[in-house]
């Protein structure tokens, strides 16, 4: 079996003499030709882990290795990993075609070979007839575009992206996350691309880190990720609206399994009901897109809607029983109004369980 093209293992990196673990034990494998987005809130670690595998900093614990051999000894320079940053860092100054031209003329490099790379990367960012505009004059998605091809002139191992479109506007961050998928699939590149912003790390990255304090909660494809994820926590930070999560026990009814919280009780289905002991505490995650609402009837969970909230085609609706809320996603032409009784009506095929101690994802 051949190495991973990126591997981090155990990777520690502290602040303060110890006193500020910002990346706490991080374990990650990357295979040749995959993205994989660091997604996280501010401060949760992304940016410096990204930071340790160009050799930017240090690490204080733990190994990088890439195509199976430790890089941790090498200058940044020497580690074959291109980066970018979020502010571009373009020449202003300079014309498209210098600022492409940079890295290979800081190395030496012969004349008609950098003519050469840099026609290829103009030509495969579709930035050839700016080669000659200087960059000041250039819009915020070809700056970027110049910035990712400054870098792939190099021939990079592994691609690094640090919040590369939090600058642009909506249009040009669509526009410039396809350009972006494109690239990958054309040149079979290796991507690490950190964002804080769930939409890029969706559409762009083969799978997607969730990190949190350092550590990486979860690690999985987008789909799943979302539909089956890791932890509490990583369930609560997808979505929006993100996963409910209800805090309850395991119970039986009238021969039943059934989730069960003060005087809330959801029927659960044989596969649940197996993974979890009655009377344990569990953490119940119902997805607000698979809940509809519906006239009361004998037997159903009443509540009443509390709140809609309008947000294009859908509403997020606010279901309100036995003193817990639940967001409700309805589309917008058929919401309900504000102080409705209505039944909640449940997929128990989308339940997600977990430890009520851990937080992680119970076995189905």
């Not at 919280?261 to 505490?281: L, T």
């Amino acid at each position: 079996m051949s190495a991973p093209k990126l591997e981090l293992v155990d990777l520690r990196k502290d602040f303060d003499n110890g006193a500020v673990p910002a990346v706490d034990g991080v374990d990650l494998r990357v295979e040749e030709g995959e993205t994989v987005a660091l997604l996280g809130a501010s401060g949760c670690g992304k940016s410096t882990t990204l930071n340790m595998i160009a050799g930017l900093e240090q690490a204080t614990a733990g190994d990088i290795l890439i195509d199976g051999r430790s890089v941790l000894g090498l200058p940044a320079g020497r580690r074959d990993v291109g980066l970018v940053f979020q502010d571009y860092a373009v020449f202003t100054h300079m014309t498209v075609r210098q600022n492409l031209a940079f890295g290979l003329a800081v190395r030496g490099a012969d004349k008609r070979a950098i003519a050469k790379a840099v026609e290829e990367v103009a030509d495969l960012l579709r930035i050839r007839d700016r080669l000659d505009v200087r960059a000041r004059n250039l819009g915020g998605s070809e700056l970027q575009r110049v910035a990712v091809g400054r870098t792939l002139v190099t021939r990079p191992s592994i691609l690094l992206l640090d919040e590369p479109l939090s600058n642009l506007e909506a249009a040009d961050r669509i526009a410039t996350r396809r350009e972006l998928r494109r690239l990958q699939k054309e040149v079979g590149l290796t991507i690490i691309y950190v964002t804080h912003d769930q939409v890029e790390a969706l559409s762009l990255a083969d799978r997607i880190a969730v990190m949190n304090a350092g550590k990486i909660q979860d690690v999985q494809s987008g789909s799943l990720i979302c539909e089956q994820p890791g932890t509490t926590f990583v369930a609560g930070f997808l979505g929006s609206p993100p996963m409910n999560l209800l805090r309850g026990r395991v119970a039986r009814r009238e021969g039943a399994i059934v989730f069960e919280r003060g005087g809330m009780a959801i029927p659960m289905p044989d596969f649940n009901g197996a993974s979890a002991k009655v009377g344990e505490i569990v953490v119940l995650g119902l997805r607000p897109d698979r809940l509809r609402l519906d006239a009361p009837s004998d037997g159903a969970l009443i509540g009443t809607v509390t709140l809609v909230e309008l947000l294009g085609p859908e509403a997020v609706v606010t279901f309100e029983s036995h003193s817990v809320q639940l967001k409700v996603v309805t589309p917008a032409a058929s919401r309900p109004e504000i102080g409705l009784e209505a039944a909640l009506v449940t997929d128990p095929s989308s339940f997600v369980l977990f430890d009520g101690g851990t937080g992680r994802r119970m076995a189905s």
